[in-house]
């Protein structure tokens, strides 16, 4: 009976952890493309936002407005990723946001609330 329930059990967690990281998965593509709704999609109430000249606490509104206008002054060139993982549910992800005018190391914090993921900080600092 325990082999029954193990081999059972077994593809479905396989299954349902493949889909653990695929919030961040998405915030990663939307800062491939520099797609600053893409990210708000994910924003908790309040994020906190650090860039090179300012960083601060925003609402929903005022991050996705800070992140659109971060992104018009710094085209988006590509995102790669350097680490990504999980870790008692939060999602994080450490990586080399490539602009025009410059890299930018970009840390993504996400935390699971009610059972969604939803992104708490996001960090860019001038390599």
């Known amino acids: 009976?325990?082999?029954?329930?193990?081999?059972?059990?077994?593809?479905?967690?396989?299954?349902?952890?493949?889909?653990?990281?695929?919030?961040?998965?998405?915030?990663?593509?939307?800062?491939?493309?520099?797609?600053?709704?893409?990210?708000?999609?994910?924003?908790?109430?309040?994020v906190e936002i650090t860039l090179p000249a300012k960083s601060g606490s925003y609402s929903k509104g005022q991050a996705a407005a800070v992140l659109t206008d971060f992104f018009k002054n710094n085209p988006v060139r590509n995102f790669e990723i350097?680490?990504?993982?999980?870790n008692s549910g939060s999602q994080y992800c450490i990586g080399t946001l490539v602009t025009r005018n410059g890299n930018y190391r970009t840390t993504v914090f996400m935390k699971q609330k009610n059972g969604v993921h939803l992104l708490q900080e996001i960090r860019f600092e001038t390599q």
Do not use: Q
Request: glycine share 6%.
């Open 1 to 46: 009976m325990n082999k029954i329930f193990t081999l059972t059990m077994l593809p479905v967690a396989i299954f349902l952890s493949s889909f653990a990281l695929l919030n961040i998965d998405e915030v990663v593509n939307a800062l491939k493309n520099g797609n600053a709704e893409g990210i708000a999609r994910y924003f908790d109430n309040t």
């Open 82 to 86: 350097l680490h990504k993982g999980e």
